[in-house]
């Protein structure tokens, strides 16, 4: 079974932690299409899992935000 992202472990990062790790994964994608337009890529498949990490590092990212107005409120 695949290992989700709970709330509870989004949480225990701050936003900063969370971008740092996003613009990290950002450089790896566009380094991965790279590698794999020139054919040096072993495994396609590294291509769409890191696109998912990105998405769900952009949802618990939001998810914090979202805590933190309410919070403000």
Do not use: Y
């Amino acid at each position: 079974m695949a290992k989700k992202i709970t709330k509870e472990a989004s949480e225990v990062k701050t936003i900063d932690q969370l971008n740092e790790n996003l613009t990290a994964k950002i450089t790896s994608l566009i380094e991965a299409k790279r590698g794999h337009k020139l054919g040096e890529l072993a495994n396609p498949r590294f291509i769409t899992v890191t696109r998912k990490e990105i998405a769900r590092l952009h949802t618990a990212i939001r998810a914090s935000e979202i805590d933190k107005l309410k919070e403000n409120k």
